[in-house]
């Protein structure tokens, strides 16, 4: 594993999707939690366009302030003669939907591109004003894809464990030398800075309490009666709470498969993290994965939000499930696509990749594919 700091500059799987977008008379909303790289993804593709740029940073009260319920007229003295406006962090801007209708709307010849951090801000204001005038992307962490298109198979494999533990923040990648300080800020900082500018979180403690219970139970299905036992609190806050981490881009749900089976589990629901290195921040555990009781958890963690960030990347639309049943039989993940399945279940040790799946899954829902996924074959499932 490399231990001294390197510049990776990694080419993003949304630059060439960005870039073909250009200039269709619609807005490119770029969306993700804060430090996945947004800004920088923005600025290179201004940079590549070689077009005359204005670059408006929200979190700048002043230009806040610009563009908080403008109007025609001044909408046109601030873009002026710009070819490309790109606005930062724009959930910080009220009505910023209205704003960016307008700009769409009288001025075709300018392309908008746009960030922001919080899909719960973001998505409230420009989901109507925007409808048929937006293109809509997510960036994640850095992607299993997107590292070994830029730095090798060799590379990618020498930084698996590293990504087990710190995580895939570019800055936490760039910098693995200070991993543990970097993903840490980001846990402790980043991560809630949205979180606490939305009126419906009343008491940040208990999201900080939430967090740590959920990353004690990735892997495992959770209760939210048990979670409001747990942080001091109740249900209904728990599930809210919940609904806004994964809207922020911190955590995501799978709900259980239910079908066919009478023994299936009908209500059961799992919390995954984005991000092994927040999970792992927010605990303060860090130790090699030789050392570890949760080595497991943490590869079905890695593989599944993997997974999810390769089919977002290529356009692969898909329901994501757990299949568990009354006896105990589970599988981690479950794909589904155009009404066909496909089954994968995480193993780290490699010895066990020729476990089979469970056979009432198999003769029930007949999946096109049933992967057993270890470290020798992941690439098979999340390049």
């Known amino acids: 594993m490399p231990t001294k700091d390197n510049a990776i500059m990694i080419t993003r799987s949304l630059l060439s999707v ?36 204005l670059i408006l940073d929200c979190d700048d009260p002043t230009t806040r302030s610009l563009l908080t319920n403008a109007n025609t007229e001044r909408l046109q003295a601030i873009v002026a003669n710009h070819r490309i ?35 719960l801000e973001l998505r409230s204001n420009i989901n109507e004003p925007l409808t048929g005038r937006k293109f809509e992307y997510q960036l994640y962490p850095i992607s299993s ?46 991560l809630y800075k949205d979180l606490l500018s939305i009126e419906q979180v009343r008491k940040p403690i208990l999201i900080q309490k939430l967090l740590v219970a959920l990353a004690l139970q990735i892997g495992s299905e959770v209760s939210y009666n048990e979670l409001a036992q747990t942080i001091g609190s109740d249900s209904k806050t728990v599930e809210k709470y919940i609904d806004l981490l994964e809207k922020c881009y911190v955590i995501f749900r799978l709900n259980a498969l239910s079908r066919n089976m009478r023994t299936e589990l009908k209500k059961g629901k ?34 599944i939000s993997e997974r999810i960030k390769r089919n977002h990347y290529m356009g692969h639309l898909a329901n994501y499930y757990f299949w568990r049943t009354t006896e105990q039989q589970e599988i981690d993940l479950i794909e589904e696509h155009d009404g066909q399945f496909s089954a ?40």
């Open 18 to 53: 960005v870039q073909g977008r250009m200039y269709q008379g619609k807005a490119i909303i770029v969306v993700g939690a804060r430090q996945v790289g947004k800004s920088t993804l923005l600025h290179h593709i201004v940079e590549k366009s070689g077009q005359d740029a």
């Open 145 to 190: 894809s997107e590292l070994i298109a830029d730095k090798g198979l060799v590379y990618l494999m020498q930084t698996l464990e590293q990504r087990l533990i710190y995580g895939s923040y570019p800055d936490v990648l760039n910098h693995q030398a200070s991993a543990r300080e970097l993903i840490t800020n980001i846990a402790e900082s980043y």
């Open 85 to 119: 406006v790109m606005i930062d962090e724009a959930q910080m801007v009220p009505n910023i939907g209205v704003t960016l209708k307008l700009i769409v709307d009288k001025r075709p010849d300018v392309q908008l591109l746009v960030s922001g951090s919080s899909a």
């Open 344 to 383: 994968f279940e995480m193993k780290w040790n490699p010895k066990k990749a020729n476990a089979a799946l469970p056979k009432p899954f198999m003769d029930n829902y007949s999946p096109t594919s049933a992967t057993i996924v270890t470290p020798d074959n992941f690439l098979e499932v999340v390049g």
């Open 270 to 303: 799992k919390v995954f993290f984005y991000d092994n290195g927040v999970r792992n921040a927010l605990l303060q555990n860090f130790q090699p994965l030789d050392m570890r009781s949760d080595t497991g958890a943490l590869w079905e963690n890695f593989v």
